[in-house]
Protein backbone atom coordinates (compact mmCIF):
# COMPACT_ATOMS: atom_id res chain seq x y z
CA UNK A 1 0.00 0.00 0.00
CA UNK A 2 1.23 3.49 -0.84
CA UNK A 3 1.48 6.00 2.31
CA UNK A 4 1.41 9.64 1.02
CA UNK A 5 3.85 11.49 2.33
CA UNK A 6 4.09 14.53 4.56
CA UNK A 7 5.22 17.83 3.03
CA UNK A 8 8.08 19.69 4.32
CA UNK A 9 11.09 21.27 3.65
CA UNK A 10 13.50 17.89 4.56
CA UNK A 11 11.18 15.63 1.50
CA UNK A 12 12.29 15.52 -2.14
CA UNK A 13 12.46 18.53 -4.28
CA UNK A 14 11.42 18.66 -7.80
CA UNK A 15 13.35 18.71 -10.41
CA UNK A 16 13.23 18.34 -14.49
CA UNK A 17 15.95 15.99 -16.63
CA UNK A 18 16.32 16.32 -20.31
CA UNK A 19 17.32 13.08 -22.53
CA UNK A 20 18.86 15.42 -25.35
CA UNK A 21 19.30 12.42 -28.30
CA UNK A 22 20.46 13.64 -31.83
CA UNK A 23 20.83 12.00 -35.17
CA UNK A 24 24.89 10.67 -35.84
CA UNK A 25 25.84 11.13 -39.69
CA UNK A 26 29.18 11.78 -38.61
CA UNK A 27 32.13 9.12 -39.44
CA UNK A 28 33.80 7.84 -35.95
CA UNK A 29 36.79 6.29 -36.73
CA UNK A 30 37.66 2.93 -35.62
CA UNK A 31 39.48 1.79 -32.74
CA UNK A 32 41.98 -1.56 -32.11
CA UNK A 33 40.02 -2.11 -29.47
CA UNK A 34 36.84 -2.21 -31.65
CA UNK A 35 36.93 -2.13 -35.31
CA UNK A 36 33.56 -1.59 -36.01
CA UNK A 37 32.02 1.86 -35.03
CA UNK A 38 28.16 1.30 -33.10
CA UNK A 39 25.24 0.91 -35.07
CA UNK A 40 22.85 3.16 -33.81
CA UNK A 41 22.36 5.77 -35.39
CA UNK A 42 21.74 8.60 -32.56
CA UNK A 43 23.83 9.63 -29.96
CA UNK A 44 23.04 11.19 -26.54
CA UNK A 45 24.11 13.99 -24.74
CA UNK A 46 26.30 13.48 -21.07
CA UNK A 47 27.50 16.25 -19.25
CA UNK A 48 30.02 15.78 -16.82
CA UNK A 49 29.35 17.55 -13.59
CA UNK A 50 32.36 19.81 -11.75
CA UNK A 51 34.28 17.70 -9.35
CA UNK A 52 33.04 20.65 -6.61
CA UNK A 53 29.30 19.72 -6.97
CA UNK A 54 27.83 18.42 -3.58
CA UNK A 55 25.86 16.18 -5.42
CA UNK A 56 27.18 13.87 -7.73
CA UNK A 57 30.31 14.86 -8.21
CA UNK A 58 32.13 13.75 -11.33
CA UNK A 59 29.22 11.91 -12.22
CA UNK A 60 28.30 12.01 -16.55
CA UNK A 61 24.65 13.03 -16.19
CA UNK A 62 21.41 14.29 -18.68
CA UNK A 63 21.30 18.05 -18.74
CA UNK A 64 18.82 18.99 -15.57
CA UNK A 65 18.00 20.91 -12.57
CA UNK A 66 15.31 21.64 -9.77
CA UNK A 67 12.06 23.19 -10.51
CA UNK A 68 11.84 27.14 -9.66
CA UNK A 69 9.21 29.42 -9.12
CA UNK A 70 9.91 31.05 -12.61
CA UNK A 71 9.53 28.25 -14.22
CA UNK A 72 5.66 28.19 -13.78
CA UNK A 73 4.81 31.73 -13.70
CA UNK A 74 1.98 33.05 -15.43
CA UNK A 75 4.15 35.57 -17.17
CA UNK A 76 4.88 33.01 -19.65
CA UNK A 77 0.99 33.35 -20.45
CA UNK A 78 1.76 36.53 -22.36
CA UNK A 79 4.75 34.84 -24.40
CA UNK A 80 2.27 31.69 -25.66
CA UNK A 81 -0.23 33.94 -26.25
CA UNK A 82 -2.24 34.58 -28.42
CA UNK A 83 -1.88 30.85 -30.13
CA UNK A 84 -1.03 28.63 -27.18
CA UNK A 85 -3.44 28.70 -23.92
CA UNK A 86 -3.81 26.85 -20.34
CA UNK A 87 -4.34 23.93 -19.27
CA UNK A 88 -2.02 22.01 -22.36
CA UNK A 89 -0.87 25.08 -24.37
CA UNK A 90 -1.22 22.70 -27.95
CA UNK A 91 0.51 19.67 -26.13
CA UNK A 92 -2.55 17.23 -26.93
CA UNK A 93 -4.87 15.07 -24.09
CA UNK A 94 -3.46 14.83 -20.58
CA UNK A 95 -1.41 11.17 -20.27
CA UNK A 96 -3.19 9.06 -17.57
CA UNK A 97 -1.75 9.33 -14.08
CA UNK A 98 -0.27 5.78 -13.21
CA UNK A 99 -0.27 4.63 -9.82
CA UNK A 100 3.24 4.40 -7.88
CA UNK A 101 5.06 4.37 -4.73
CA UNK A 102 5.44 6.18 -2.75
CA UNK A 103 3.08 9.04 -3.07
CA UNK A 104 4.67 12.68 -2.56
CA UNK A 105 3.12 15.83 -1.94
CA UNK A 106 2.23 18.33 -4.78
CA UNK A 107 3.70 21.11 -3.28
CA UNK A 108 5.38 23.47 -5.82
CA UNK A 109 8.52 25.64 -4.84
CA UNK A 110 7.74 28.66 -2.97
CA UNK A 111 3.84 28.25 -3.45
CA UNK A 112 1.73 30.53 -1.81
CA UNK A 113 -2.39 30.31 -1.85
CA UNK A 114 -2.42 32.58 -4.62
CA UNK A 115 -0.52 30.62 -7.15
CA UNK A 116 -2.85 28.31 -8.20
CA UNK A 117 -3.30 29.94 -11.20
CA UNK A 118 0.31 29.00 -12.10
CA UNK A 119 1.33 27.25 -15.03
CA UNK A 120 0.44 23.39 -14.76
CA UNK A 121 3.33 21.06 -14.33
CA UNK A 122 3.39 19.41 -17.32
CA UNK A 123 4.04 22.70 -18.91
CA UNK A 124 6.57 24.13 -15.67
CA UNK A 125 8.61 20.85 -15.65
CA UNK A 126 9.28 21.65 -19.43
CA UNK A 127 10.23 25.00 -18.61
CA UNK A 128 12.32 24.12 -16.08
CA UNK A 129 14.20 21.43 -18.48
CA UNK A 130 15.09 23.64 -21.79
CA UNK A 131 16.04 26.44 -19.55
CA UNK A 132 18.77 24.02 -17.38
CA UNK A 133 19.77 22.39 -21.28
CA UNK A 134 20.83 26.22 -21.63
CA UNK A 135 22.26 26.75 -18.22
CA UNK A 136 24.18 24.10 -18.42
CA UNK A 137 25.43 23.26 -22.08
CA UNK A 138 24.08 26.54 -23.67
CA UNK A 139 21.51 24.56 -26.14
CA UNK A 140 18.22 26.82 -26.59
CA UNK A 141 15.62 24.33 -27.26
CA UNK A 142 12.87 27.90 -28.24
CA UNK A 143 10.56 27.85 -31.77
CA UNK A 144 9.49 31.40 -32.55
CA UNK A 145 6.01 32.26 -31.47
CA UNK A 146 3.43 31.54 -33.42
CA UNK A 147 1.31 28.43 -34.15
CA UNK A 148 2.65 24.94 -33.48
CA UNK A 149 3.42 23.26 -36.73
CA UNK A 150 1.35 20.36 -38.01
CA UNK A 151 4.43 17.92 -38.11
CA UNK A 152 5.56 15.64 -35.02
CA UNK A 153 9.28 15.49 -36.80
CA UNK A 154 12.46 15.78 -35.05
CA UNK A 155 13.28 19.09 -34.39
CA UNK A 156 16.66 21.28 -34.20
CA UNK A 157 17.88 23.86 -31.56
CA UNK A 158 18.24 27.49 -32.13
CA UNK A 159 21.84 28.96 -32.78
CA UNK A 160 23.21 30.23 -29.43
CA UNK A 161 22.36 34.17 -29.06
CA UNK A 162 25.25 37.09 -28.87
CA UNK A 163 26.29 37.45 -25.36
CA UNK A 164 25.56 33.77 -24.73
CA UNK A 165 28.28 33.87 -21.45
CA UNK A 166 26.13 36.91 -20.17
CA UNK A 167 22.45 35.39 -20.91
CA UNK A 168 24.08 32.55 -18.82
CA UNK A 169 24.87 34.46 -15.64
CA UNK A 170 22.11 36.66 -15.76
CA UNK A 171 19.47 33.22 -15.51
CA UNK A 172 21.73 31.49 -13.66
CA UNK A 173 21.29 34.12 -11.00
CA UNK A 174 17.58 34.59 -11.52
CA UNK A 175 15.38 31.99 -13.78
CA UNK A 176 13.14 34.60 -13.93
CA UNK A 177 15.80 36.11 -16.96
CA UNK A 178 14.96 32.95 -18.43
CA UNK A 179 11.89 34.34 -20.20
CA UNK A 180 13.44 37.62 -20.82
CA UNK A 181 16.10 36.11 -23.03
CA UNK A 182 12.96 34.01 -24.75
CA UNK A 183 11.09 37.52 -25.30
CA UNK A 184 14.24 39.42 -26.79
CA UNK A 185 14.10 36.09 -29.13
CA UNK A 186 10.68 36.32 -29.94
CA UNK A 187 10.80 32.84 -29.31
CA UNK A 188 9.10 30.22 -26.70
CA UNK A 189 10.40 27.07 -24.99
CA UNK A 190 9.66 24.42 -27.03
CA UNK A 191 7.96 22.46 -25.25
CA UNK A 192 6.09 19.96 -27.91
CA UNK A 193 9.27 18.49 -28.83
CA UNK A 194 9.43 16.89 -25.19
CA UNK A 195 8.11 13.46 -24.47
CA UNK A 196 7.07 12.23 -21.27
CA UNK A 197 9.58 9.73 -20.97
CA UNK A 198 10.01 8.58 -16.92
CA UNK A 199 10.49 9.78 -13.81
CA UNK A 200 13.05 8.73 -10.69
CA UNK A 201 13.00 9.49 -7.42
CA UNK A 202 16.26 9.82 -4.94
CA UNK A 203 16.24 6.84 -2.51
CA UNK A 204 17.15 7.04 1.08
CA UNK A 205 21.30 6.80 1.67
CA UNK A 206 21.73 8.99 4.84
CA UNK A 207 20.42 11.67 6.98
CA UNK A 208 20.08 14.78 5.52
CA UNK A 209 20.99 13.72 2.42
CA UNK A 210 20.27 15.40 -1.07
CA UNK A 211 17.09 14.09 -2.68
CA UNK A 212 15.02 15.01 -5.69
CA UNK A 213 11.72 13.31 -7.66
CA UNK A 214 12.71 14.10 -11.31
CA UNK A 215 10.64 14.01 -14.48
CA UNK A 216 12.57 12.89 -17.19
CA UNK A 217 11.96 14.35 -20.97
CA UNK A 218 12.88 12.75 -24.38
CA UNK A 219 14.08 15.16 -26.92
CA UNK A 220 14.76 14.20 -30.02
CA UNK A 221 16.89 16.17 -32.83
CA UNK A 222 17.83 16.11 -36.20
CA UNK A 223 21.49 17.01 -35.83
CA UNK A 224 23.44 17.71 -32.51
CA UNK A 225 23.50 21.34 -31.67
CA UNK A 226 26.72 22.83 -30.64
CA UNK A 227 27.57 22.60 -26.86
CA UNK A 228 29.03 24.97 -24.51
CA UNK A 229 29.54 23.86 -20.50
CA UNK A 230 29.70 25.97 -18.27
CA UNK A 231 32.48 25.24 -16.55
CA UNK A 232 30.67 25.49 -13.23
CA UNK A 233 28.35 23.02 -12.78
CA UNK A 234 29.47 21.63 -15.88
CA UNK A 235 33.09 21.06 -17.18
CA UNK A 236 33.00 18.68 -20.25
CA UNK A 237 30.65 16.97 -22.22
CA UNK A 238 30.26 14.00 -24.99
CA UNK A 239 27.91 12.77 -27.65
CA UNK A 240 27.77 9.07 -26.98
CA UNK A 241 25.76 6.10 -28.32
CA UNK A 242 24.21 3.89 -25.53
CA UNK A 243 26.42 1.53 -26.38
CA UNK A 244 29.77 3.52 -26.49
CA UNK A 245 28.58 5.05 -22.89
CA UNK A 246 28.19 1.42 -21.17
CA UNK A 247 31.64 0.51 -22.85
CA UNK A 248 33.03 3.91 -21.13
CA UNK A 249 31.20 2.71 -17.86
CA UNK A 250 32.84 -0.62 -17.50
CA UNK A 251 36.18 0.98 -18.63
CA UNK A 252 35.31 3.27 -15.67
CA UNK A 253 35.83 6.36 -17.72
CA UNK A 254 32.69 7.86 -16.70
CA UNK A 255 30.05 7.12 -13.88
CA UNK A 256 26.38 7.33 -14.51
CA UNK A 257 24.57 7.32 -11.24
CA UNK A 258 21.92 4.80 -11.40
CA UNK A 259 18.75 6.89 -13.24
CA UNK A 260 21.07 7.64 -16.22
CA UNK A 261 22.55 3.62 -16.71
CA UNK A 262 19.28 2.20 -16.61
CA UNK A 263 17.92 5.03 -19.28
CA UNK A 264 20.78 4.62 -21.34
CA UNK A 265 20.42 0.14 -21.14
CA UNK A 266 16.85 1.42 -22.53
CA UNK A 267 17.71 3.60 -25.47
CA UNK A 268 19.84 0.69 -26.30
CA UNK A 269 16.73 -0.74 -27.57
CA UNK A 270 16.74 1.32 -30.57
CA UNK A 271 18.85 0.92 -33.46
CA UNK A 272 17.80 4.90 -34.98
CA UNK A 273 16.44 8.30 -34.41
CA UNK A 274 13.63 7.71 -36.22
CA UNK A 275 12.42 4.33 -34.19
CA UNK A 276 13.47 6.00 -31.21
CA UNK A 277 11.09 8.96 -31.58
CA UNK A 278 8.35 7.33 -33.24
CA UNK A 279 8.64 4.97 -29.94
CA UNK A 280 7.99 8.18 -28.01
CA UNK A 281 4.99 9.53 -29.73
CA UNK A 282 3.57 6.08 -29.79
CA UNK A 283 3.63 5.84 -26.07
CA UNK A 284 2.94 9.37 -25.13
CA UNK A 285 -1.27 8.35 -24.50
CA UNK A 286 0.17 5.71 -21.98
CA UNK A 287 1.61 7.74 -19.50
CA UNK A 288 4.96 7.81 -17.58
CA UNK A 289 6.45 5.06 -14.51
CA UNK A 290 8.23 6.37 -12.17
CA UNK A 291 10.61 4.59 -10.19
CA UNK A 292 12.16 4.92 -6.38
CA UNK A 293 14.64 2.92 -5.66
CA UNK A 294 15.55 1.18 -2.36
CA UNK A 295 19.47 0.55 -1.27
CA UNK A 296 20.18 -2.72 0.55
CA UNK A 297 23.54 -2.18 1.82
CA UNK A 298 25.77 -5.70 1.30
CA UNK A 299 28.90 -7.04 3.31
CA UNK A 300 31.00 -5.42 0.45
CA UNK A 301 28.99 -3.01 -1.69
CA UNK A 302 25.42 -1.54 -2.16
CA UNK A 303 23.09 -2.54 -4.07
CA UNK A 304 19.81 -0.49 -5.45
CA UNK A 305 16.43 -2.39 -5.64
CA UNK A 306 14.18 -2.07 -8.17
CA UNK A 307 10.58 -2.12 -8.44
CA UNK A 308 9.89 -5.78 -9.92
CA UNK A 309 12.91 -7.19 -7.79
CA UNK A 310 12.04 -9.88 -5.66
CA UNK A 311 12.77 -8.14 -2.41
CA UNK A 312 11.97 -4.74 -3.54
CA UNK A 313 9.36 -3.51 -0.84
CA UNK A 314 6.35 -0.93 -1.11
CA UNK A 315 6.78 0.01 2.62
CA UNK A 316 6.79 3.54 3.87
CA UNK A 317 9.44 2.26 6.18
CA UNK A 318 12.12 2.23 3.32
CA UNK A 319 11.11 6.07 2.84
CA UNK A 320 13.59 6.72 5.45
CA UNK A 321 15.87 3.82 6.14
CA UNK A 322 17.55 1.34 3.44
CA UNK A 323 17.90 -2.10 4.07
CA UNK A 324 20.88 -4.31 4.77
CA UNK A 325 22.64 -7.93 4.49
CA UNK A 326 25.47 -9.62 5.91
CA UNK A 327 25.74 -11.19 2.33
CA UNK A 328 28.05 -10.21 -0.55
CA UNK A 329 27.02 -8.25 -3.65
CA UNK A 330 27.82 -11.10 -5.73
CA UNK A 331 25.94 -13.76 -3.88
CA UNK A 332 22.66 -11.29 -3.61
CA UNK A 333 22.79 -10.98 -7.22
CA UNK A 334 23.50 -14.76 -8.18
CA UNK A 335 19.95 -15.73 -5.98
CA UNK A 336 17.75 -13.73 -8.86
CA UNK A 337 17.04 -10.64 -10.71
CA UNK A 338 18.08 -7.95 -7.55
CA UNK A 339 18.84 -4.22 -8.76
CA UNK A 340 21.61 -2.13 -10.20
CA UNK A 341 24.87 -2.92 -7.79
CA UNK A 342 27.76 -0.41 -7.01
CA UNK A 343 30.44 -2.34 -4.82
CA UNK A 344 31.83 -0.18 -2.29
CA UNK A 345 30.08 3.21 -3.47
CA UNK A 346 28.95 4.86 -7.18
CA UNK A 347 33.14 5.44 -8.32
CA UNK A 348 33.22 1.90 -9.59
CA UNK A 349 31.03 -0.67 -10.97
CA UNK A 350 32.52 -4.03 -12.19
CA UNK A 351 31.74 -5.33 -15.88
CA UNK A 352 30.94 -8.51 -14.06
CA UNK A 353 27.73 -7.06 -12.32
CA UNK A 354 27.02 -5.41 -15.57
CA UNK A 355 26.53 -8.35 -17.21
CA UNK A 356 24.25 -9.88 -14.81
CA UNK A 357 22.39 -6.78 -14.59
CA UNK A 358 21.23 -7.70 -18.21
CA UNK A 359 18.54 -9.35 -16.97
CA UNK A 360 16.91 -6.79 -14.90
CA UNK A 361 15.64 -4.19 -17.26
CA UNK A 362 12.33 -5.65 -18.12
CA UNK A 363 9.79 -4.06 -15.91
CA UNK A 364 9.64 -0.86 -18.24
CA UNK A 365 7.99 -1.72 -21.55
CA UNK A 366 10.56 -1.65 -24.05
CA UNK A 367 8.51 -2.75 -27.26
CA UNK A 368 7.84 -0.81 -29.97
Known amino acids: MSVPVRAGPSNWRRAATLVLAAGWTRPVPAAPSRPQPP ?54 PAPPQRAAFPVLPNVRPGAVDEDAAALPDDIAFRICAIREAFEEAGVLLLRPRGPRPPDQAPGCALAPPPALADWRARVRRDPRHFLSLCAELDCTPDIWALRDWSGWITPFSRPGGRRFETTFFLCCLNEPPPVFPDLMEVVDCQWSSPSEAIESLISKEVLLAPPQFYEIRRLGNFASLSDLHKFSLDRESEGTERWMPIILFTADGTIHLLPGDEMYSEDSNFLENCMSTGKKTEEIMSEGSLGIAFPGSLTVIEAKILAICDSTFSFIPISR
Do not use: K
Not at 64 to 87: I, N
Open 39 to 92: AEGFRVLLLQRSASQGFLPGAHVFPGGVLEAADSSTDWLRLFAPHHWPPRFGLG
